[in-house]
């Protein structure tokens, strides 16, 4: 006989109660006269603290018996196991749980990261173009429309990356009138250029920096990107707790390590192939990672500039080369003016 | 026999008391963790119910403890619904947005992110409510749980009416705000049949509020006042103006007091709130209080931040532990309770979980 308290449930009035076990039932009787039976199998375990041993029904709710703990040996074979970690993790194991969810993170892991490099070549540059489209259309009021500035920008490109302006999938470069220092490959074979990283830089430097970008579109860097960031991260950062991405997300794409290391040296090779010194590339570089946050925040933050990149430019200089100038004059002056509006127009606005 | 009175003094012989202790906690937190981390998160819901288990199961009141129904599959589906509704207004949302900017519709682009903040805090208060609601009604004590008949749909209302209201005073307006959300909250509530009951003013928060203001208005006033003196003193003509580095150390310092005082002055009126919502909250014959001063508050935030940097992260999962602890700790319930007829609740048993205030990142505190 063990003594016990129960409560039904219907109330919060504890009933004193004598328990014992018979026929894999509970048998329950009070000094009234009052008795009930329970089957073993609607009784489960709840967790207490260490001085009860705490019972409730499977089928009623709010029915609980409070016994004392050392009445856990007799009542085991009527309880069987307690739920501890959760019903799915319990049936297997702990250990075996652990080594096989492991194994399971690891490899949605590193699938996550490794698949957008496989897919993304295969990802028609068509889709791509749809999604740059919808994501920034015309650029709005927010775009440099100077005719001869922007023929020179593109001149610029043409030179480091010859041909890669035309065709339904050529490059389409765009200078926005935004004051940070920035230039960002976008979805869609998109760059742009805002306006401090053209009118504060030697276009020999912007060359370098146009085709870092270039490389990133040819080599569907973006693609991957836009694949890892709406992949594996948009899973990662469900279940991390935060649903509420930020909106800049998906402007800002972040390209992998080995993907900066390989357009750095994409970009190296075209500005040889062009006869364009790479002195200037690295000079930016290195003025940019030492300049105050303020200036090159933005540019930092999508570009990770060490000096060791800054390096690898300033090692692909060749003394005994006839380096030529990127732009000529008038085609330098026409660049700087790109965000500069006739005063007729500066009036319609 | 039929009244449990709840005694009023007396460390052992508190109405409401933990009676856990970390050592006894720390199987579920390096399980918790480890399951976590091998099941790309997913455990969490159930690492959640467990922690609760065993929190409830160590708070005794008067002279049965709490109980913790819940289960991680519930608020595993619940955050999958919530996934499911919410999902695409967040897709939708991060392109609308960029594309808008990218085209230089900035009026239509804020226009869009305006109505986006007012469907988060509309969900927001919507969550906080529900958050509530589904605890109590997966809380027991005696046999008997809470719970509200209320979904909460207007208190999502109100809470954005008084959040705006509030946002166009500078928030000077914040304490009744707060009180009448409480209230609202509260009254919405009960457990078993007997409803909670909350009359909370703003009787002695109202100059608590105002410190918020005025003491880091007061510091920068009298920092500024001190770097003048200083700067007056160093100043020597002829320099051409330049400002002595020592002046600089002086403005970052006048800028990190303010950052410092005004959380510190916010944190001083949310322990006077939460003292006096406590008092202003009654169950029938119970009433309740609540012991916790600033400094005790600050105590648990700084030991909280400690035990994570220390521990290298493991402390976080100490986090749930320490603050539920501190509130039993803290909690007072004065008065006295008839078991026999305190009867079942009969409000519907919510299903759909907190999913809702998970998704918002919304804690145990204050809930």
Not at chain 2, 172 to 177: A, E, F, L, S
Request: with cysteine.
């Amino acid at each position: 006989m063990i003594e016990g308290r129960l409560y039904d449930g219907l109330t919060a009035h504890p009933h004193d109660v004598r328990v014992a076990v018979a026929d894999g039932r509970l048998e329950l009787s009070q000094d009234s006269g009052w008795s009930d039976s329970v089957d073993g199998a609607a009784l489960k375990r709840l967790d207490a603290d260490p001085s009860a041993l705490r019972l409730g029904r499977r089928d009623q709710p709010g029915w609980r018996l409070i016994l004392p703990p050392d009445a856990e040996d007799e009542l085991t074979p009527l309880l069987g196991k307690q739920e501890r970690y959760g019903r799915w993790i319990d049936r297997v194991g702990l250990v075996p749980a652990l080594i096989t969810g492991g194994a399971i993170t690891a490899a949605v892991l590193a699938v996550g990261y490794i698949a957008p490099h496989w897919i993304a070549p295969h990802v028609p540059m068509s889709w791509e173009r749809n999604v740059g489209a919808a994501l920034v259309g015309d650029f709005g009021t927010n775009r440099c429309r100077n005719a001869k500035g922007q023929r020179a920008l593109e001149t610029l490109v043409e030179r480091v990356a010859p041909g890669s302006t035309k065709g339904p999938n050529g490059i389409k470069v765009a200078a926005l009138n935004i004051p940070i220092f920035n230039a960002a490959a976008l979805p869609g074979g998109y760059i742009v250029v805002f306006k401090p990283a053209i009118t504060e830089t030697d276009p020999d430097a912007l060359a370098g920096v146009l085709a870092h970008e270039v490389a990133h579109v040819r080599r569907r860097h973006v693609a991957e990107a836009l694949i890892r960031e709406l992949g594996i991260g948009a899973l990662i950062r469900m279940f991390a707790g935060n649903v509420g991405a930020n909106a800049e997300q998906i402007v800002s794409l972040s390209y992998t390590r080995s993907n900066e290391a390989q357009a750095d040296s994409d970009a190296i090779r075209m500005l040889k192939r062009a006869n364009i010194s790479p002195k200037p590339t690295a000079e930016l570089f290195q003025t940019l990672s030492k300049a105050s946050p303020g200036f090159s925040a933005a540019f930092l933050r999508s570009h990770p500039l060490s000096s060791k990149r800054a390096e690898q430019f300033e090692q692909s200089f060749d003394s005994k080369a006839h380096y030529q100038r990127a732009l000529s004059q008038d085609q330098t002056d026409a660049l700087y003016d790109i965000c500069w509006k006739r005063p007729a127009e500066v009036k319609d606005s | 026999m039929d009244a449990l009175a709840s005694p009023s003094a007396g460390d052992d012989a508190r109405a409401i008391r933990f009676t856990g202790n970390w050592r006894e906690y720390l199987p579920i937190a390096i399980t918790n963790a480890l399951l976590i981390l091998c099941t790309l998160g997913i455990y969490r819901f159930w690492a959640a119910a467990r922690q609760r288990r065993y929190l409830w199961s160590r708070t005794l009141i008067i002279d049965d403890t709490l109980e913790w129904t819940g289960t991680g599959k519930e608020m595993f589906i619940g955050f999958l619904i919530v996934i499911m509704i919410l999902a695409p207004f967040f897709l939708f949302f991060q392109f609308l947005f960029p594309a808008l900017m990218a085209r230089g519709k900035t009026d239509a682009a804020i226009g869009v992110l305006m109505l986006f903040y007012i469907g988060f805090i509309y969900l927001g208060g919507f969550a906080r409510f529900r958050a509530l609601r589904y605890r109590l009604s997966r809380s027991w004590w005696h046999g008997i749980r809470g719970g509200s008949d209320d979904p909460g749909w207007n208190y999502g209302g109100e809470y954005l009416g008084r959040f705006f209201l509030s946002a166009m005073t500078m928030f000077i307006i914040y304490p009744w705000v707060a009180t009448g959300l409480w209230n609202s909250r509260w009254n919405a509530m009960s457990f078993g049949e007997l409803p909670f009951r909350a009359n909370l003013d703003t009787e002695g928060l109202k100059w608590r509020w105002a410190l918020v203001y005025l003491v880091p208005i007061a510091v920068l006033f009298v920092a500024m006042f001190g770097a003048i003196l200083i700067g007056a003193s160093l100043f020597t003509p002829g320099d051409g103006g330049a400002m002595p580095p020592s002046l600089g150390i002086l403005l970052i310092g006048i800028i990190v007091l303010f950052y410092i005082a005004v959380p510190l002055m916010t944190l001083n009126w949310y322990a006077k709130f939460y003292r006096k919502a406590a008092d202003a909250t009654t169950l029938g014959e119970l009433s309740f209080g609540f012991e916790a001063s600033t400094l005790q508050w600050l105590g648990l935030f700084l030991g909280n931040l400690a035990l994570a940097v220390v521990t290298l992260g493991f402390g976080l999962t100490y986090w749930g532990y320490r603050n539920w602890s501190f509130m039993v700790r803290h909690a007072r319930i004065y008065g006295s309770i008839d078991v026999s007829h305190l009867t079942q609740s009969t409000t519907h048993a919510p299903g759909e979980a907190e999913g809702f205030a998970d998704a918002f990142d919304i804690g145990a505190i204050g809930a």
